[in-house]
């Protein structure tokens, strides 16, 4: 079945994103943030929150399919329940979820308990749960990079699987538009397993300068992280995803965005040279 009208949740950051730019000109694209944001002719932009029900008449309104991505400051799978009970009873079958490579298995991850929400609920549910993302680079590393040439996180010398969150979006569009998916989930990878000390000598020549890893201790991590801002729970789920990389659990490399695509997925080179300009400055 081909979904006229898809409500796409997470659309400000980078899977939301490139899943627009996927689907444009294909269907008809309402698209959350929690701004107030410019409609254009292909995008329905609704100002959108989890946990403002008034803003789920609009958000909703004709739509026979969503992409539902949990913010990362929640935790807890029960604020996306009035959501989904406002779905269910729009007539809203179809839902494809955004969640985390090893999610599946690990019970501690809100990726996991929104997933068992999902499905408990009786949707026509597709889950896709891709590796790190290589825009992570871009985004929560790039002022540590730029000001200290350096990324410090708590993932030892564990590897991962990076993957391009382009190539996420390519699987996520077939997911949304052919049934025959429902009631699977995808294990989303790049094509090679890398540790953190591979990604900065690969960023170093991309950037012409030396970019150093260094392991962070757990418990410093948290405490960076909190001083710096994040909610404890935030912290805490974020030293538990690069823990899954520390302790060698997330170096499964899989073909899914081939099968999904017909395409090979893009190497972190790929991206690095993509983005080159983001690194010399």
């Given at each position: 079945?081909?979904?006229?009208?898809?409500?796409?949740?997470?659309?400000?950051?980078?899977?939301?994103?490139?899943?627009?730019?996927?689907?444009?000109?294909?269907c008809?694209?309402?698209?959350?943030s929690?701004?107030?944001?410019?409609?254009t002719?292909?995008?329905?932009?609704?100002?959108?929150?989890?946990?403002?029900?008034?803003?789920?008449?609009?958000?909703?309104?004709?739509?026979d399919?969503i992409?539902?991505?949990?913010?990362?400051?929640?935790?807890?799978?029960e604020?996306?329940?009035?959501f989904?009970n406002?779905?269910?009873?729009?007539?809203?079958?179809?839902?494809?979820?955004?969640?985390v490579l090893?999610?599946?298995?690990n019970?501690?991850l809100p990726?996991?308990?929104?997933?068992?929400l999902v499905?408990?609920?009786?949707f026509?549910?597709?889950m896709?749960?891709p590796?790190?993302f290589m825009?992570?680079?871009?985004?929560?590393?790039?002022?540590d990079?730029?000001?200290?040439?350096?990324?410090s996180?708590?993932?030892?010398?564990?590897?991962?699987s990076?993957?391009?969150?382009?190539?996420?979006?390519?699987?996520?569009?077939?997911?949304?538009?052919?049934d025959?998916h429902?009631?699977?989930?995808?294990?989303?990878?790049?094509?090679?397993a890398?540790s953190?000390?591979?990604?900065a000598?690969?960023?170093?020549?991309?950037?012409?300068k030396a970019?150093?890893?260094?392991?962070?201790?757990i418990?410093?991590?948290?405490?960076?992280?909190?001083q710096?801002g994040?909610?404890?729970?935030?912290?805490?789920?974020m030293?538990?995803?690069?823990?899954?990389?520390?302790?060698?659990?997330?170096?499964?490399?899989?073909?899914k965005?081939?099968?999904l695509?017909?395409?090979?997925?893009?190497?972190?080179?790929?991206y690095?040279?993509?983005?080159?300009?983001?690194?010399?400055?």
């Amino acid at each position: 079945m081909d979904y006229s009208r898809i409500f796409i949740t997470g659309a400000t950051g980078r899977v939301g994103g490139a899943l627009i730019k996927q689907l444009r000109g294909k269907c008809e694209i309402v698209a959350a943030s929690q701004r107030a944001m410019q409609t254009t002719k292909d995008v329905e932009w609704i100002e959108f929150s989890f946990e403002n029900e008034d803003s789920f008449d609009a958000a909703l309104r004709g739509v026979d399919a969503i992409f539902l991505m949990r913010p990362p400051q929640i935790t807890k799978p029960e604020i996306f329940r009035p959501f989904l009970n406002a779905a269910k009873a729009r007539g809203i079958k179809r839902v494809v979820v955004l969640s985390v490579l090893g999610a599946a298995d690990n019970s501690f991850l809100p990726h996991h308990k929104l997933e068992k929400l999902v499905q408990e609920m009786g949707f026509a549910w597709t889950m896709i749960r891709p590796s790190d993302f290589m825009q992570n680079l871009e985004t929560v590393h790039r002022n540590d990079i730029l000001e200290r040439r350096e990324i410090s996180v708590p993932a030892g010398d564990g590897k991962s699987s990076f993957i391009d969150v382009d190539d996420i979006a390519k699987c996520i569009e077939v997911a949304l538009c052919d049934d025959v998916h429902i009631g699977e989930g995808f294990d989303l990878t790049g094509p090679q397993a890398l540790s953190l000390f591979e990604v900065a000598d690969k960023l170093s020549v991309a950037a012409g300068k030396a970019i150093n890893y260094r392991p962070a201790p757990i418990i410093g991590f948290i405490w960076r992280k909190v001083q710096s801002g994040y909610p404890f729970p935030l912290a805490l789920v974020m030293t538990a995803l690069y823990s899954v990389q520390r302790f060698g659990k997330a170096a499964t490399i899989t073909r899914k965005v081939k099968e999904l695509t017909g395409n090979d997925p893009a190497t972190l080179d790929d991206y690095l040279q993509r983005t080159k300009y983001l690194w010399t400055k």
